[in-house]
């Protein structure tokens, strides 16, 4: 992508992710070498929103005359309004659909999971159904010796459900950007809950936000209902417990389609009571099968701060981007993950939207007459 400048005169600023050295990818990811006729390269690199190496590279090419100079003014500015946006932070939760051993033990499987895995800061996996801490323990392997990302630590739930069909949630997380504080299983009293909520509270690296709790949830499709709305009831356990309101609830809630009718879904307590963000909207679909449109997987923001630092939220089509098909996604898992960015680096003072000034910054710079030295006034 040009940001400014031309072929022959002035500064070129292309933008792309993971390039192969000496080159760059279009908008559609093909690959292209860079192109200049003269002069000095200089390249920064940086994280982007999605964990993977964003590269800015400015190339000065010897000026042929006054109006260079102009354009290479408004190069910096630009890359600052980039650089400005990178501080999101990924958390994603993902139902596995029975992850074993000897799923993952599959290379395609654990060759997907770890891509999927790998665009996280924190993943929460549900329907971990293998007893053992093998399976998660291969997956951080795989993890650390993926793309340098790392390094990943993970914290498991005990296997948790009513009858000799039990399932783990697990958290795998980036433990160099987070930590994690304290966490406990729900204290489900009245048994209304298949797989209680295991839930943890991270830190985060933002002075902001500096730690968010985090409440995982698979319901079973038969008590849909009853189960969201005993969520609540886990969202003012946390509050007292750790006295803090900023929270996301996440995971696989068949909230959608055959589960939950629409009427009953807008019914619900985490619906009624203010302040409760549904990130994933109700008409996204989460499903990999062509032949569904479900929005079973869902994020719901609480608290004042957690949601002015959200910047995006969404299901990841992981077999579009993979370039799967249908039926070797679904031995992956029959959902996409969902996720939701928060922008941690913004100051308090910037928890706003922006100014006209800002957003007209770039057409300014465009007409502003050029600046030059004294030399060639």
């Known amino acids: 992508m040009l940001l400014g400048g031309s072929p022959r005169a002035g500064t070129e600023c292309r933008v792309w992710e993971n390039p192969a050295p000496g080159r760059c990818c279009d908008s559609v990811g093909s690959l292209h070498p860079l192109t200049a006729e003269a002069g000095v390269q200089t390249s920064w690199s940086v994280q982007s929103r ?75 996996l549900q329907e971990v159904v293998d007893p053992s801490p093998s399976v998660i323990s291969l997956l951080i392997r795989e993890l650390n010796r993926y793309d340098g990302s790392g390094p990943y630590s993970f914290l498991s739930s005990p296997s948790l459900g009513r009858s000799t069909y039990t399932e783990k949630y697990v958290y795998i997380y980036r433990s160099h950007k987070t930590q994690v504080q304290d966490h406990y299983v729900y204290n489900d009293e009245d048994d209304v809950f298949a797989r209680e909520p295991f839930v943890a509270q991270f830190t985060l690296p933002s002075k902001v936000l500096p730690s968010l709790v985090l409440v995982p949830l698979h319901t079973t499709p038969k008590a849909v209902e009853k189960e969201l709305n005993a969520l609540y009831d886990v969202f003012l356990d946390v509050s007292q417990h750790w006295q803090s309101k900023d929270m996301i609830l996440l995971g696989d809630f068949n909230a959608d389609c055959g589960s939950l009718t629409k009427k009953r879904l807008n019914e619900l307590v985490l619906r009624t009571q203010a302040d409760f963000y549904w990130a994933i909207a109700d008409e996204k679909d989460t499903t990999v099968r062509a032949t569904t449109h479900c929005a079973y997987d869902r994020i719901v923001l609480h608290g004042e701060r957690c949601r002015s630092l959200q910047h995006r939220a969404a299901a990841f089509d992981f077999p579009s981007v993979f370039q799967l098909t249908e039926e070797e996604a679904l031995n992956i898992s029959d959902h996409y993950p969902v996720e939701v960015e928060l922008e941690l680096n913004r100051a308090a003072h910037q928890i706003q939207p922006l100014s006209l000034a800002t957003l007209l910054l770039p057409s300014l710079l465009l007409v502003l007459p050029p600046l030059l030295p004294p030399s060639w006034a």
């Open 50 to 124: 999605a964990q993977v190496g964003l590269h800015l590279e400015a190339t000065w090419i010897p000026p042929e005359g006054p109006s260079s100079v102009n354009t290479a003014m408004r190069c910096p500015a630009m890359l600052l309004l980039l650089v400005g946006g990178v501080g999101a932070f990924r958390i994603c939760a993902f139902n596995t659909q029975r992850l074993t051993l000897a799923k993952v033990a599959r290379e395609q499987v654990m060759d997907t999971l770890v891509r999927i895995v790998a665009r996280c800061d924190i993943m929460v």
